[in-house]
Structures are given as C-alpha cells and as structure tokens.
C-alpha cells in the first residue's frame, strides 16, 4: 500500500468501521501495514509508540500480558471499585498528611470555630480543625479521605460476598482468599487507627474501648495493652504511634498485599460465569489491552468522581462539633464508623458476666470483645478450607457457582451477613431506642433472642430456597459452541465426547 | 458528519431508528469529546474557584466534573468506539509439570466461532497473530487524533484541579523575604535573652544578636563587632549606624543562606563556613572571596548610656540569599 488520494482514504475509513460494527471475531484492519512507515494512516501517537518500541521492545514484551482475556461482568468491577478506593485514599491521605500535626501535647485554640476559643486542645485536635475550617479545599478533601475509607470497606465486604457466594475462593484461588482477607483486616486496622487520628472526643472513646478489650486479653492482658498504648491509657505517646500505623505501616502492607493479590489473578487467570462458550479450561472476555484498559481507567475516574461528589456536598465527622478528647467526658450517642459497628454491638449484647474462678477473674469484654469476633474471623479466613473438609472437593476450579449450586454454602453466608445485621443494630441501641421510645433494657433483650433466631432463619429460609431453585434446573446458559479436541500422546486429535 | 454508507455495505440498511455504523461512530467521539471538554473546563473552573478564595460544596462539584468527564469521555469510548465482541484464550494447568521432559498434556483447541474446522496454529504464527491484532487494536486508538487532543486537554483541567491542593501548602510569600523582626528601638541581646553592653565587649570581640523578646529570630540574626578604633571605613548614614566603633551586620549570608559564623580578627574579615564567602567588616561587609555577591546588609543600632544598643530600624535592604524579584521587591 503506498500513497492513497484523500478520498481513497476516507474510503477505507468507512469500510474499517463498518468491519468494526459488524462483529466478526477480529474485526480489524487484515494486515499489519499500521507499523509501517509509510502508511498514510500513522498518526503521531504511532510514531510515539514506534519510537518507545524501538528503545524498549516494549510490545514484544508487554503482548503477552496485553492481549490476555479477562472475563467481563459487573460483579468482576467490585474488587477494581475497593482498588480504586485505596488510591484515592492514599492520594488524598498524602494532602492531610502535609497539614496533620501527630501530636498530642496541649495547644490553645485561637480558630475561627467560636466555642472552642481559647479552650485546650490536643495539637493534633488544633491542626484537623485547621485544616477543615482553615486550608482552603481542606474540608473537601478530609471529607473525601472519609467517605473513600467507607466506600474501601463497603467495596471490599460486598467483592468478598461475591467470591464467597459464587465459590471463586475454591482451589486453586484459596490462596488469594487468604491475602485478600488480610487486606480486610489492614483495610479495618487503617479505619479505626484512621478515625482515632483527630483525636476527637468520639474517636477518643473509641480508642478507650479498645484499649479496655486488650486489657481484656487472658493473663498477659495489662502488658500487651502497655505495649500497645505506650503505658496506661492516655499517653501522650500515643497519637504519633497511631499516625506511623495509620500513614507507614499498614499502607506498606496494603500495597503490598494488594500487589500479590492483583498478580496472583494474572497470573491464576480471572474465573467466569457458566455462561455461552465459558469452560473450565478456557478464559473468555476481552483482551486487557484496549478493551479492559478503558473499561478500568473509566471506573477510576467515575469512582473518583462519585466520591468527590458525596465528599463536597455531605457533611462527615465534623470534628468541632464533638470537641477535643477529654479523658472526664464521653457524649452521646456515640457511634463508630459502619464497619466498627459490630464489634461494638458485641460488647453491648454480652451479659453482665465476670466469673473469678480460683483466684483468675475473667473481665466482662474478653468474650465479646475478643473470642467471639476472633473466632468469626476465623471461621471467615479459614472457609475455603473448611468447606473442602466438608465437601471433600479438591479439584481445580475456574468456572463460578451460581449461588442456588450449593444451598449449603450460600445459607451460611446468608446467616453470617445477617449475624452481622442484627450485631451492627445493636452497635446502635441507643439511636434505635430512641428512636423507638423503648427502654434499652427491653430492646438488648428484644436484640439477643435476634442475634440467636435470624441468623437461624436466614440459614433455614436460604437452603429451603437454593435448594428448590437448583431442583428447578439452572437457568438455560446457551449451549457451549464448537467442538472440543484434545491431543493425543502420538499427536494426533480426538474429540471429546460430552463437551 | 453526513456521509453515505461505503458502497459494500448493504447487509444493515439505515433506517431512523437504526444508526449506521459511521453515525454511531461520529456520535461516540461526540460525546466522549465533549465530556472531555467539561473536565476542561470545570478544572479551570476550580482553579479560579479556588483563588477566589475557595467553597467546599462547590470545589467538590467542580472537582466531581472534572474526574466524571474524563471517567464518562473514557467509558463512552470504550463502550462506542472500540473493537466488540470477546477473545478466548486457553487456560494450562498451574502446577509445574512432575517431570521436567514429561508426556506431552493433552492440548485442547477451540473451533473457530461458526466453523467447526479446529484451528491449526504454531507459537510463532500464535505470536504473529497477537502482535498484529495488537497493533491493530492499538491503531483504532491511535487514530483518533482529534478525541486523543481532547483527553491530553482534559488531563490539563485535571492538573489544573490538582494544583488546587497543592497551593494549599504554604501561603504567599508576600513582603516576608524583605523584612525581619526587627524594630525601631528593639534592644540587642544575645542567644540567652540577656542585653548585650558595649561594657563586656573588647576590641576584637564578636556577638551574636537576636531583637528583644522576639521569638522568630532565624532572618533576625545578626553579628556584632567591635573592631580597632578608626579602622572603620564607612561613610555617611552607615557610618552613623555604628557607634563607638561597633558594627552590626546580617549574619545571614548573601549567597546560600548560610550562619555567616566565621570571623578573622587580623584581616577582619567574616568568612561563611558553607562556600567560604568572605565579607570585609571595615567596608560594609562587601565580598572580598568567595561566590556570595551582594555584601552582608549592616543594622542601623544606637548605643544607649547604659551601654546596651538598640536597634533604628530593620535591616535597610534584604538579608540572605538572592531571589528574582528582590530588586522590584514584594510582587504578591
């Protein structure tokens, strides 16, 4: 091909995107002449990525990852949805971190926020105030830095509800499920030590919570909590440790952990609904490159976008309304972050209960504050293979469950979701009695007898449903296309039968 | 654009309510550009917001159209515009292979869609085959000049937007590089708080002194020398400024910012210990060696009865190291 007249060109414009439309496998140009230098099509952008090329071999290295196929489907977006969290968690956290002053020594406060003036403030309390009422698009981005930390936590727990439910986490991708729910618990450690930081006087409550569930822990209890909070709670050491785990040590292991989980389903290859031509032993989707590139970058922004949006216009954890952390005053209501709920709600449920047996006193949190959400995360981090010991499967699996494939599984993870509903209610009882007019005796009783039957019922109602949906037959996928043909040892090709 | 379909395309037959292929083409990069066009804009937008003075709701909108435009401009496109339809691709067993040689894997190959004639392919045809799709695929991207100056655009909105933060850091410098703390009448003392008398000074002597009572001393610093009677070659005001054979300079040097801590009591001479500048004591502290150019600015002071001095004013001139606008002076 060599110098076309305009017209002859715009031609061959029309007919490229009519090829494109009408969707024959690989709907583009027949040849490569693209790359070469004469072809009157090259664009300037070309010429940029011959001339990379030419330095780098960068196609010849990047084809393999470039062309791979991931499958497509919305619920495949979830875990991109809490990636993209996190980047705009740790490009917002590094604006506040310009302005955070880790500190708790006392300052007096001379800000525009007349209540507080001339009161005593934590350093720390004195420079968040300066930065959502003083730093010009301070507010919008603490407000944003917030809102993501609960999207990042909302995003991850409903990706983890979709690999649990559609069985992605079976072999040999148990391995990622133990990654990604260390990232769970980094990504929850990063919350709470998150919303400690302002050193308000809600986040300070929290704080003593905490420290009272580690005082809590059999025997070593007063130590760990010692070396933990540097000494009897409140130290003045405390805030700055609280911002090296906040900004160093826990982003290190997010990333980190990110990193091997983001590598392990390149490398593992992404599952895929049992959907058309979808098989155990093929990946269909799009290529990365362009077509998952675009769909990803696109997401990222209109994350962004969303959160920015809900970051301007919607007001969280106004500090200065709550005022500084007074160890002699606690407010009401108090309510932790959404995903705080439920350990809070533990604590509320649990009876009067402290038995000293022989001499030994076991404190009133230690069962809820520290068996019962140990041995749920537990049970959550050990279920891949909890459920191999149950169902003895240890074959390879790359096509996904529907949830009505396995009543068994999806009953507990509908109980477990509604464990967790009844639990974060009862983090709330004060609100929801309030609210209700009834005395918080009679509702943490109401809620106990909860917290027993509708996990109970939602496991029952749940299996009594995927059952009578799988004995209905699976909902009609298409049959698979094409022949399957395999290999033999001597080379040549047989069909296989019952594809 | 109004063209008509290329002469082989008869399968699909334009209708209204059926777009051609070229419409729905023209109509993506329209409305991709034009979400394009909004980021621009609403960066901008943000931009002057923000030198305005600045509005959280309304800096959260602004930003919120800035990221949406480039997230809607890159989703149209990749819905509208590029290739459909899906790749397959195999899958291998994960486990490394028990014998390293090994019996051969039974290999699966897909039909090609709407053949049942299994295809035949070797790893340099499968890798030819990738590189051209590719570069093709790469190409369908590449062509679109027009919607690719757009997305660069919008990605300058984007910094623009960015930028809103980052003049966040710190304030205007304003007039603080061309004044210190010092006052008419501040008395001097040393790094104790103690006044400094013209009585405990010798010949030869040199102090560092901060204004009284002042707590941001670090532009305020200054040298206080007593040299040899007559020796002093100053004229007019700055002779006035020394009193009794006292002189007082800046002790920030003029070329890096440096203490200018050093000082020579038989050549009289104050040697910066950073770049080795020296500044001759007896003639206005002007550069004698060294790669400081402009001399060390001398403090008008008054010696009081009691032997103590105070200051006449701030330094004449601006102390420490040079900047670009320091002899237009303060711009904003």
């Known amino acids: 091909m060599s110098r076309q007249r305009p017209a002859d060109r715009a031609a061959a414009r029309t007919s490229d995107t009519a090829l494109v439309d009408a969707r024959p496998p690989r709907p583009l140009e027949p040849t490569t002449p693209v790359r070469r230098p004469d072809h009157p099509d090259r664009t300037e952008l070309d010429r940029l990525v011959d001339w990379f090329d030419a330095r780098t071999g960068m196609l010849q290295y990047s084809r393999t990852i470039l062309s791979k196929v991931f499958p497509d489907h919305w619920t495949f977006l979830l875990g991109e949805v809490a990636l993209f969290s996190f980047i705009i968690l740790v490009a917002t956290g590094t604006f506040l971190t310009f302005f955070y002053v880790p500190d708790s020594r006392p300052v007096t406060y001379t800000g525009p926020y007349g209540p507080l003036d001339g009161a005593q403030v934590s350093a720390a309390y004195d420079s968040v105030l300066k930065i959502s009422l003083l730093t010009r698009a301070g507010l919008l981005f603490r407000q944003i830095h917030h809102w993501a930390a609960l999207l990042f936590l909302g995003s991850i727990s409903v990706h983890l509800a979709r690999v649990f439910f559609t069985g992605a986490f079976r072999k040999p991708r148990d391995i990622n499920w133990l990654i990604g729910s260390g990232l769970l618990l980094f990504a929850l450690a990063e919350g709470i030590t998150g919303y400690s930081l302002p050193d308000d006087l809600l986040s300070g409550t929290g704080l003593r919570i905490m420290y009272s569930a580690a005082l809590s822990i059999p025997f070593v209890g007063p130590w760990v909590a010692s070396l933990i909070f540097s000494g009897e709670f409140p130290t003045v050491e405390f805030i700055s440790r609280l911002f090296v785990i906040h900004v160093m040590l826990l982003p290190g292991l997010l990333i980190g952990g990110i990193g091997a989980h983001v590598g392990l389903v390149f490398l593992q290859k992404h599952t895929q609904y049992k959907l058309g031509r979808r098989r155990e032993d093929n990946v269909v989707g799009l290529p990365f490159w362009p077509g998952q590139v ?39 209501p108090a309510q932790p972050d959404w995903y705080v709920g439920w350990l809070e709600g533990l604590l509320r449920l649990a009876p009067s209960f402290e038995p000293v047996i022989a001499g030994i006193r076991i404190p009133a949190p230690f069962v809820p504050g520290v068996v019962v959400p140990g041995a749920l995360v537990t049970g959550l981090v050990l279920w891949p293979f909890i459920e191999r ?3 003895g499967d240890d074959r390879e699996h790359n096509l996904l469950d529907w949830p009505w494939d396995t009543p068994m599984r999806t009953a507990t993870g509908a109980a477990a979701i509604s464990l967790f509903v009844v639990v974060t209610l009862a983090g709330a009882n004060d609100v929801i009695g309030i609210f209700l007019d009834m005395p918080i005796e009679t509702l943490t009783g109401v809620l106990r007898v909860l917290v027993v039957a509708v996990p109970v019922v939602a496991w029952l109602l749940t299996y009594r449903l995927a059952s ?19 290999r033999t040892a001597s080379g040549g090709f047989e069909e296989v039968e019952g594809a | 654009m ?39 804009v609403s960066g901008v937008a943000l931009l002057v917001l923000y030198i305005l003075g600045g509005q959280t709701q309304l800096e959260g909108v602004l930003l919120t159209l800035c990221l949406g435009g480039i997230g ?23 486990a490394s292979p028990v014998d390293p040689v090994g019996v051969p894997r039974p290999l699966v190959i897909e039909a090609r869609e709407g053949s049942d004639e299994p295809v035949h392919e070797t790893t340099i045809e499968r890798q030819a085959r990738e590189q051209e799709e590719l570069t093709a695929s790469t190409h369908l991207i590449t062509r679109r000049v027009a919607l690719i100056r757009l997305l660069v655009a919008a990605f300058g909105g984007l910094a623009a937007a960015i930028a809103v933060p980052l003049f966040s850091l710190g304030p205007l410098p304003g007039r603080s590089l061309f004044v210190t703390s010092w006052r008419p009448g501040l008395r001097l003392v040393d790094e104790h708080g103690k006044p400094v008398n013209a009585n405990d000074l010798p010949v030869g002597s040199i102090t560092t002194v901060f204004p009284e009572g002042v707590s941001e001393i670090a532009d305020a610093q200054a040298v206080l020398i007593h040299v040899e009677s007559g020796l002093l070659r100053l004229t007019g005001q700055a002779a006035e400024w020394a009193p ?15 203490p200018v801590g050093l000082y020579n009591d038989r050549l009289h001479e104050l040697v910066c210990p950073c770049h080795q500048s020296a500044f001759d004591v007896l003639d206005g502290a002007k550069r004698v060696a060294g790669p400081a150019v402009r001399p060390l600015p001398q403090l008008p002071i008054r010696l009081q009865p009691d032997g103590t001095f105070v200051a006449i004013s701030d330094f004449p001139e601006p102390i420490g190291p040079s900047f670009w606008n320091l002899d237009i002076g303060p711009v904003s």
């Open chain 1, 294 to 332: 675009f769909r990803s970058t696109g997401l990222f922004f209109l994350v962004a976008a969303t959160i920015t949006l809900i970051g301007g216009l919607i007001q969280i954890n106004p500090v200065w309304l709550y005022g500084p952390f007074l160890p002699y005053a606690a407010s009401t």
């Open chain 2, 72 to 94: 809607v401009g890159i989703i149209v496109w990749a819905q509208e515009l590029l290739p459909r339809g899906e790749d397959v691709e195999e899958r291998h067993p994960l």
């Open chain 1, 389 to 391: 010991r149950i169902t």
């Open chain 1, 468 to 486: 009578h949906r799988r004995d209905r037959g699976a909902p009609s996928g298409g049959r698979p296309r094409g022949i399957r043909l395999r």
């Open chain 2, 2 to 40: 109004s063209e008509s379909p290329a002469p082989g395309q008869t399968a699909h037959e334009p209708t209204a309510h059926e777009p051609t292929a070229h419409e729905r083409d023209a109509r993506g990069e329209r409305i991709a550009g034009s979400a394009f066009l909004v980021s621009l």
């Open chain 2, 244 to 258: 009794g054979d006292f002189v007082c300079y800046s002790k920030v040097c003029t070329h890096a910012g440096c």
